[in-house]
């Protein structure tokens, strides 16, 4: 049967409860808005931010092709020289290209194909240098490039000469960049004095020396080192020189090196503005299939074998996304909860304020069906709009949609309010009376206690499961996440149920010490109190929505200060100086110099290995080792908020401070290191913690004295002064400073995206929690205001009101301003752990803590205020209400 | 000079204006003697609640004057109208208005709270009171845990806690059975004489009005006697 409908019933309560019904319209749009929105926000942030690793990546995140050169031997048994490798190289290539998969070629630039040669030693005595020849192909067929002494390589014979496999070192001409040619003190006709691991020489003729047309060509960043000597590409210390081959001399080449001492690689690098998430998400399983179908590198045919850090590359947005995800599922849950409290809070208020309405109807006949379906359409004609609004401005501002975000909001909304409107006519109709049997009445006590339990035990067991799963399985971008997600939510809501328990108890104390008391106002403030300390939706808003609004803020300000201190990791102070190879041995004065400068405190110069070869119990690891005057680097990590070493404290000679991600590195162990330059091994002994140094995970520090052969490379800079002088230091080098990393990574999309989400997410808690606290105040005031004006009746003066009104409201903001954030500290604790917070600040280790304090204050102040302007506004609004009419509707 | 405890001089009360305006009094006058019991009789609507509400200062009329123990309540502003009903004026209501929290004696002491009368006083007088209304053993129940005649009892002793001159109770039995009404009205009988205190009821029963010393009736906002 199809419920009767009232329609001017619908509209007279719509009418007469316009101002409840619009404020839920406002909530409904502005959460709606939130929560569709954040979802697209989140997946253009990392797009970005995907885009941006690929960016920053480079090579690194590029898919590369190599395969052998088939055998050039001769009929005779010697090695032909073949004229047409060029255009083999471009065979090569195509046959790459074909081999790929068309959607990740769709993601890919142009290839770039390079012929690389082993890198050889350079022989001139000077400091420990590299050279390598390349050939660097494109479309266009190689970077351009001016010569601006000499010519291009040529070939040193004409046509398919068979050459003898011991005849003379065969001539191969190469170009040098002028950089490169002035840091070789080489000329044109000159030759590169190069051999290799077994000392053998190779004839390099300089034809000519080069200026690249553009050195930004993408061509050029496959093989920087032509244009540039580039550093630690090949061992500690060391420099890589390149010279280029051109199509001419490359046929050269192939006969002056060994048949595997010639690489050819295609390189496809990764286009930025091609990818999405999405899509990277499916190119990174696609590299990672290609490298595991790829062939063996130990195959001796010339089939392709590839490989790719792109997926590596991924996989550390992914992380990043991952984390950001968890940090954004976590607020936007934090924030529906809020809104569904506040929601249920103004339905509440609602059904009181129409109570006798309702139950007048109820008592002239209309079924509850009926009502349900009244209310239920009213809840709709209020809701429908008012989400859709919400979508439609989250289509135009954020570029789509979220719409099962917004379900929880919109559901609430439309049921709430029949939920309760039925609820208060049921109740205000069924025949049910307190039994006058005292032991019915205790019985009936006992049942409400024991379901209150229930209720109680249900959600601390889902909080409970919630931080469990979040432990376990963390939160994952895609997956089914929402448990773990509501873990301090839930937590926070179990905590909050906790303490309303408490409440009654809270509250008759304060009555009986008033009670005690002279003063009748704290009396009558007391006892309102405890006569509404058990409502819980107005407790459970209030402290709800300020403990998530400090757990929003406090997750902002642990990931600003956890940046800010991975900024000073990553530097090392305020400013590092990676001082260029052919500057090295100036490095000690530079540091000096250095520390002289104005606004600078410390300056230290050492030098930092990664991957050295070390034996520690029988392991072999590869550490980053540090040898630095420990002394007056303990001095200069005393400027810097870095933990402290105190372990630096008198490290001297063959001692070492050790520091480990696995533990493979212990204080208390002998380890024996090889350097390239130290032909014996040289022994240390662990005697102490290192501090972090960078990113390295396994670091050895030793001091100046420890008799290790010792070219300081690095220079840390600390005071005001330090990235100032560094900068101006820097020629050759790269000057990092921590201020330029610090906003590098707070400006990074999916750190600047999540900063303003906490925020937002905060403040709007912060709103929800004042509005809840307004409509729960609405929704107790008649009842209080009738209280009050029987208490006038008995002499109580029209101002002193106004305390016994905060009196009785005062309880719950004072828990709410104290407990709340309490709560979601707590929280904070049992939560952050599976956040992966370092990932996004680029720690080693999650960040510590950083408590808001201030934020106690700022609840507190904005609660009390809110508190303030509810009793001001109450009483305005009943000022004009003469007390019989308060009684008469009262009493009535 | 006249010697009522109250004197209401040609009270006039309209709500609302226009054709829609209700003239709730009309031109009302009479005095009442201290020491009496004064039924304030008539059917729903009549008035009652409201002359009630404009003596005991609840309500301002728009014409006429309301003097009670020497003072012109219609010329008290807000404080002068909580003075008067700390020190001389208090109301029963028909729905009790106690403080559901609060025991039976504090709910008593309330009146003598806000007069800062010294606990001790306090304490005496509330147990001295409980005593008068037959609720001594029930003292520190709550009002949930009691009646409604009891709670009405304790309505009764808080009104007279502070010792007013005037009584105010407007339908005091309206939500008790005929018998526990009937105990109400005589335990304000009762108080009247023990207490010396002047009391104004309105209701609508015959039977309390043999308990009155006399009895006023309204219609229509005027008094037809």
Redesign the interface.
Known sequence: MIPALHRPSIRGRARADLGPLLLVAGVVLVITLLAAAVPPLMRATADRAAQEAIRKAGPDAAVQAQARWEDDYGPNGGRVRSTGIAADVDDFRGRAEEALDPDLRAALRPPITTVAAVTLAVTDGSVQRHFQVDYVQDDAGGPAVTWIAGRAPGGTADGNVEIPLNGPLWEVQVGLSETEAAALKLKPGGHVPVQDELRQPYNLLVSGIFRPVDPADPAWRTVPWVLQPSSGLDGSGSTRLGGLLSADSLPDARLAFQQDQLRRTVWFAADPDKLTWESAQQLAATAAALKATSASSGARDDSLKWDTGLDRVLRDVRAQVDAAYAQAAVLLIAVLAGAVLVLLLAADLIARRRATALAATRQRGAGLPSLATELLIESAVVTVPAAALGIALSLLLAGGAALLWTLPVVVCAIAAGPAFGVLAAARATRDRRAPANRSARRRQLRTAQLRRVAIDATVLAAAAGAVVALHQRGIASGSDSALPASAPTLGVIAGTLLVLRLMPVGTGLA?RQS?RS?R?LA??GA?RA??TAARVLPLLVLTVTTALAAFAVTLDTTTARGTADGAWQTVGGDARLDVPPDSRDDATKIAAQLATAPGVKHAVAAEVIDGVRVIADNNALTPTLVIVDAAAFQQLRADTPLPAAPDLAGLSGPRALVRSGDGSLRPGMTMRLRLENTDPMVELTAVGTAPAIGTATDVILVDASAGLAYQPDTVWVTGSGAAKAVEAAATGGRAETRAEVLDDRRSAPLNAGLAALEWAAAGTLLLLGMLGFALSAASSAPARWE?LA?????????RDTHRVAAGELLPPVLVAAIGGPLLGLLLVKLTFGPLALRTLTGQLADPATTVPWWLLGVAAVLLLGTLVAVVAAEAALRRHL????V??A??S | MSSALLSVAGIHRTFGSGPAAVHALHDISFEVEPGTMVALVGRSGSGK??LL?VI?G???PDRGTVTVDGIDVTALD??GL??L???RV??V???F?L????SAA?NVG??L????TP?ADRERRVELLLELVGLAGHAQQRPGELSGGQQQRVAIA?AIA?SPRLLIADEPTGQLDAETGLSVMALLRGIVESEGVTALVSTHDPVMMALADRVIHLADGQLTT
């Open positions: 009555l009670l002279r009748p009396v009558f006892a405890a006569a209280t029987r208490l006038r009746t008995l002499g109580l003066r029209p003469r007390l019989g009419d009684l008469r009262g009493g | 609640t409201t509400n005991g609840l309500d301002r807000e404080d909580s003075a009903r700390r020190e208090s109301y209501f028909q729905t208005g403080i559901p929290v609060l504090e309330v009146p709270r806000l007069a800062r606990q808080r502070a």
